[in-house]
C-alpha cells in the first residue's frame, strides 16, 4: 500500500521543483507540509500504549523483490492480453507522482509480444513517447529498432517497456520516489509476461530493475538474474546517439545475448 508520508513528502517536492512557493497565503510550503507529515506521524494514544509494550522499532528493510513471481503464471494470449489491460488501465489514470501528472501528455505503457522471451527496458519516455503513447519511438527508438533487427528479431516478437510510464518534465532522470511509485507496474508487466531475457538500456534502467549501483561502463556486458530472469545490461541508444563508437560495445553485448538465448546469427534467416 502507498505509504502516505512518502507520497506527502514527494508532492511537496514536485510542488516545489513546479516553483509553487507557498500553499496557502503566508504559509510556506516546507512548513505547511512539515505540518501534515508531522501531523500523519504524530501516534495516536493507542498506538503509544502499543508501542510501549513492543520492542523497538528497526529500519524499515531495503526493498528485495521475491526470488521468482508467486502467481501462476498465465497460459493464453487472451488471458495475458486482458491482465495487461488492466494494469494498462490503472496506469493511464494513475496519480501517483504530481508533477508527472501535471505535466504528461499521456502514459506510455509497453508495446510488443505478450509472450517474449526477451523485453527491453528502459528508463522513462521522451518527448515523442509522451505524443505517441509508445515506449522508443523517437530517434533513440529507431536505432533500438535496427539493434533489434540486427538480432534477426523484429519489434513484434520482443516487448519494450520502461521504468517510468509518464515523462520526467526536461527528460531528468526519476526521482527514486517516482521509480518505486511506478514499480508495482513494471513489476506487473514482467509478470505476466515472464520473459526469459531482459536487455536494461542504460545505467537507470539497471539500477532500478536490479538495485545495483554499478557503472553500465561495469555492468554492461554481464549477466545478472531478476526473478529468474536473465538480465543483460548495456547502453541507452539515446548514449549510442552521442557517442556511436560504443554501438561495438552493445553490439558484443547483445551477441552475448543471443549466444545465450540460443539464437544463431549465421543461421537464422
Ligand atoms: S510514473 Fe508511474 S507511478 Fe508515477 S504517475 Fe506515472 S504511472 Fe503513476
Known amino acids: ?61 531495503a526493498y528485495v523483490p521475491p526470488a521468482a513471481p508467486t502467481s501462476p503464471a498465465l497460459k493464453t494470449k487472451a488471458e495475458r492480453e486482458a491482465a495487461l489491460d488492466v494494469i494498462r488501465r490503472q496506469v493511464a489514470a494513475c496519480p501517483r507522482c504530481p508533477e508527472l501528472c501535471a505535466t504528461r501528455k499521456q502514459t506510455v505503457f509497453g508495446v ?49 517497456l520502461n521504468v517510468l510510464k509518464c515523462r520526467p518534465p526536461n ?30 538500456l542504460g545505467a537507470t534502467a539497471a539500477k532500478q530493475l536490479l538495485g545495483l549501483d554499478i557503472p553500465i561502463s561495469k555492468l554492461r556486458g554481464t549477466f545478472q538474474t531478476y526473478r529468474g530472469m ?15 563508437d560504443a554501438k561495438r560495445d552493445v553490439w558484443e553485448d547483445m551477441k552475448k545475448l543471443l549466444r545465450e538465448m540460443g539464437i544463431e546469427l549465421d543461421k537464422k534467416g
Not at 185 to 197: A, H, K, N, T, V
Not at 231 to 237: A, D, E, G, I, K
Open 112 to 160: 510488443g509480444n505478450s509472450k517474449a522471451r526477451l523485453c527491453f527496458l528502459g528508463e522513462a519516455p521522451g518527448a515523442d513517447e509522451d505524443a505517441q503513447g509508445e515506449p522508443f519511438v523517437g530517434r533513440a527508438g529507431q536505432l533500438l529498432t535496427k539493434i533489434i533487427e540486427a538480432c534477426t528479431l523484429k519489434r513484434e516478437d520482443v516487448y519494450i
Open 1 to 61: 500500500m502507498a505509504d502516505p508520508r512518502r507520497i506527502a513528502r514527494q508532492r511537496l517536492e514536485s510542488l516545489q521543483r513546479a516553483g509553487v512557493k507557498s500553499l496557502k497565503k503566508g504559509k510556506p510550503v516546507a512548513k505547511a507540509a512539515s505540518a501534515k507529515v508531522a501531523a500523519a506521524e504524530k501516534p495516536s494514544p493507542a498506538t503509544t500504549a502499543r508501542q510501549a509494550n513492543s520492542p523497538a522499532p528497526t529500519a524499515a528493510p
Open 171 to 200: 527528460n531528468r532522470p526519476p526521482t527514486p520516489e517516482e521509480s518505486a511509485n511506478c514499480r508495482e507496474y513494471l513489476e506487473g508487466q514482467l509478470d505476466i509476461i515472464r520473459p526469459e531475457f531482459i536487455c536494461c
Open 230 to 244: 536473465r538480465v543483460m545490461c548495456t547502453y541507452h541508444p539515446a548514449y549510442l546517439l552521442r557517442n556511436p
